[in-house]
């Protein structure tokens, strides 16, 4: 797994650690998304009046944000891009709700003290898309970029690949042991996430759909994606763990040393096998809006201004894999 830029990855480590929700009020006062994070200090108030305000929008009016912790580089990247502020700036003016609880406060609580006016984020969970369906939430969303659902194991682990159907049946506790999969006489401990996460929804979707899974003990679903990382590189010191995050999480943000990504299907994670989809756990990620946005509204500028040559740069240069724009407005729910 590469390393990020020093400056970028200082950042995120540390973001990550804390569950990634934390770096509230730089650039936009103490107008939060709901959400427990805590609170780091506050850049100086001069590292942003200082600037002269060029691009889209001023710092001032750039629309809130909310959505995917894996998702946070790129959108401090497009506060960056569209208002000139510098990005170390940017990331300090950046928080989340995380997937699922993102979802509902912009879908069911839009007027109750919630003031993001755009998601960038993973694939709802299931039962989030129930509650927002009987709700009849008015959404929009369009898919910007694309991820993967990937697993990770100890690098002392001699198994490098394993097929969708032996990952399947690891976690539906059809194979328990290294040794059945080309490995060492060793028990699989195969860590899991929460329901409300987006990295446990993409796992349910491409590669449980629906068939048997396992329910782990608390201590192997970790609340957060850095704690799975942190509990799969330290579980007895052994190679024997195994669990999964999204691509970009894990390559660009936050990682441990002695890990490492597993083929699957004989096919490596990485950013060319993402962007064409010869590897097999492929997701997209999305923006959205309320459906009524005006044509001239900061939101409504800035989701169309993703699908510009700028916007398209603004996702690559972040390390994500773009995906080609659309015109076609969808349906969220």
């Not at 506060?79 to 509902?104: F, H, K, R």
């Not at 993703?306 to 972040?318: M, W």
Request: proline share 6%; hydrophobic share 40%; net charge negative.
């Amino acid at each position: 797994m590469k390393n990020a830029k020093i400056s970028r990855r200082s950042f995120l480590l540390g973001l990550a650690a804390c569950s990634a929700a934390g770096i509230l009020t730089a650039c936009k006062g103490d107008d939060t998304p709901a959400s427990s994070a805590s609170t780091s200090p506050e850049a100086p108030a001069s590292s942003v009046s200082e600037l002269e305000p060029i691009g889209l929008f001023t710092v001032e009016d750039f629309p809130k944000l909310d959505g995917s912790t894996a998702c946070i580089p790129l959108m401090a990247q497009m506060m960056a891009d569209t208002t000139g502020i510098d990005l170390e700036v940017a990331q300090s003016g950046i928080s989340v709700s995380t997937t699922a609880y993102a979802w509902e406060n912009f879908g069911l609580y839009p007027d109750e003290e919630y003031t993001a006016r755009m998601l960038v984020v993973y694939e709802a969970p299931d039962y989030v898309k129930e509650e927002l369906k009987e709700a009849n939430a008015q959404l929009e969303q369009k898919p910007i970029g694309r991820d993967a659902l990937v697993f990770i194991v100890n690098e002392n682990n001699p198994v490098k690949s394993l097929t969708r159907q032996q990952l399947k049946d690891i976690y539906a506790g059809k194979i328990t042991n290294w040794k059945e999969v080309g490995g060492e006489d060793l028990a699989i401990v195969p860590f899991q996430r929460g329901e409300d996460s987006g990295s446990q929804t993409l796992f349910r979707k491409l590669l449980i759909q629906g068939g048997e899974l396992m329910d782990p003990p608390t201590e192997l679903a970790p609340a957060a994606m850095g704690e799975l990382v942190d509990s799969i590189a330290a579980y007895n010191n052994s190679a024997n763990a195994i669990g999964f995050s999204v691509y970009y999480y894990i390559d660009q943000m936050y990682s441990q040393p002695g890990l490492r990504l597993l083929a699957v299907d004989g096919v490596t994670p990485s950013n060319d096998t993402i962007a064409s989809e010869s590897y097999p756990l492929c997701n997209e990620f999305y923006a959205v809006l309320h459906a009524d946005a005006a044509a001239d509204s900061p939101e409504r500028q800035l989701y169309d201004w993703l699908d510009t040559a700028a916007g398209q740069d603004c996702i690559k240069k972040s390390g994500y894999v773009a995906v080609a724009p659309t015109t076609a407005a969808n349906s969220a729910v």
